[in-house]
Every structure is written in structure tokens, then in C-alpha cells.
Nanobody
């Protein structure tokens, strides 16, 4: 089983910055993609950013403000969030896809971390 543990959420004023981290652990043979999603009040879960062999991908609303990066050795993905806006307020979820040592594909989610941006 693959576990994802997120950290770095909190309360910040508009225009501020936060950095989220997500560390993967367990019987991981390889990770193909890692991503951040978010779910705001009354909204579905939307892609924020992803990173993998195909490069990086960002949701339109965060392009130019958020940066995703990954430390392969530590199996950790980061999300640097700058110029935060109140509409960025949401629970942020980490996602990882890959193959474990039993040669079984996994698609795992973290427990979520709250990001609140005050105006």
C-alpha cells in the first residue's frame, strides 16, 4: 500500500505564499506522475498541477503563480504557491500514480491539507 502525507497548508493573506509538500512511502517500485488537486467549498476536485515524464501541467487559474517540483530520491512533490488569492482557498490533495513492487499499479491520494487565503 502506498501512503501520501501532505504538509504545509495554513492561513495566509492575499498576495502571500505557501509551500505544500507531499511525501510518498510504501512498496513503491516507480512513480510515473504526481499531482496536486484542490476542492473548494461547493466545488468538485480540480487539477492544480501535475509533474511526470511528460513534463509539468498547470490549471489555467494558477499558471504563472504556482510551481510544481519533485524530488525523485525522496519521493516527494512540492507545490510553491505565490501571489495567493482568496479564490485559492480549498483543501489541497496530493495524488501519485505508479507501480508497486508487486507489479500492481496504484493511484493513491493524501488526506488533504487546508489552504485558506484571507482578503
Amino acid at each position: 500500500q502506498v501512503q501520501l502525507v501532505e504538509s504545509g497548508g495554513g492561513l495566509v493573506q492575499a498576495g502571500g505564499s505557501l509551500r505544500l509538500s507531499c511525501a510518498a512511502s510504501g512498496k513503491i517500485f516507480t512513480i510515473s506522475d504526481m499531482a496536486w488537486y484542490r476542492q473548494g467549498p461547493g466545488h468538485g476536485r480540480d487539477l492544480v498541477a501535475s509533474i511526470g515524464s511528460g513534463g509539468t501541467n498547470y490549471g489555467d487559474s494558477v499558471k504563472g503563480r504556482f510551481t510544481i517540483s519533485k524530488d525523485n530520491a525522496q519521493k516527494t512533490v512540492y507545490l510553491q504557491m505565490d501571489s495567493l488569492k482568496p479564490e485559492d482557498t480549498a483543501v489541497y490533495y496530493c495524488n501519485a500514480r505508479g507501480v508497486n513492487f508487486d507489479e500492481v499499479s496504484f493511484n493513491s491520494w493524501g488526506q488533504g491539507t487546508q489552504v485558506t487565503v484571507s482578503s
